[in-house]
């Protein structure tokens, strides 16, 4: 991946050439973000019989202890159980979807296809609990706050379960974090790509 650069001076210039100290602050952050990159390889897709084995594997997080990590509740928490962790790397999840899925109703009716939009989120709710167990993080909210070369696959449907991974990349000065994140249904591939995060308070 060739790496991307941003100096000093071209941060200035963002902030000078602003209406305001806020506005300009907001072009800063974004120069400075260009600047993070990572040699960190993608992991390989999970074979379909490594998928069946992690299905089956006893939860590091249950759902209960999900909820005491992230503040989603029913119908939006996406994540069931986490079946690995390595704690400031990454983790596995596990979201089994199921026809009463709330969303099928009307997407689409007589075809149920679980929305893309919804797929990010249970990838980005996973990379939420690799962030906000870091040290000095806890009690922080993670915000969504940018997707990079996301594709869609295959669709999500009625039945399927969804082994989320998030990896995650960087994070800069305890506020912004980025992540690899993919879903996989059995041995296939349904999503990838890179998601920031913002820690606020």
């Known amino acids: 991946m060739a790496k991307r650069g941003v100096s000093h001076e071209a941060c200035t210039l963002c902030v000078s050439m602003s209406a305001g ?6 072009v800063c952050l974004l120069a400075l973000w260009v600047t993070m990159s990572s040699d960190v390889s993608p992991p390989p897709l ?4 490594a998928a069946a084995q992690l299905a089956t594997a006893p939860p590091v997080f249950t759902t209960d202890q ?3 990590i992230l503040p989603h509740r029913y119908p939006f928490l996406l994540v069931d159980r986490v079946v690995e962790y390595q704690p400031g790397q990454r983790a596995v999840g596990l979201k089994n979807v199921t026809f009463n899925e709330p969303f099928f109703q009307g997407h689409f ?7 893309g939009v919804l797929i990010v989120e249970a990838m980005a709710q996973l990379g939420g609990i690799v962030l906000t167990k870091l040290p000095d993080v806890a ?21 399927d379960q969804l082994l989320l991974s998030a990896n995650l990349l960087t994070i800069r000065q305890k506020r912004i974090g980025k992540m690899f994140c ?3 249904v059995g041995g296939q591939l349904v999503t990838e790509g890179e998601l920031m995060f913002s820690l606020v308070d």
């Open 182 to 184: 993919r879903a996989q």
């Open 66 to 68: 999900i909820l005491e």
């Open 139 to 159: 009690g922080r909210l993670a915000l969504f706050a940018g997707i990079d070369g996301v594709r869609f696959r295959r669709p999500v449907l009625p039945g």
């Open 109 to 115: 009716p007589n075809r149920p296809i679980m929305p």
């Open 21 to 26: 100290v806020r506005h300009g602050f907001t």
């Open 46 to 49: 999970l074979s379909a019989e």
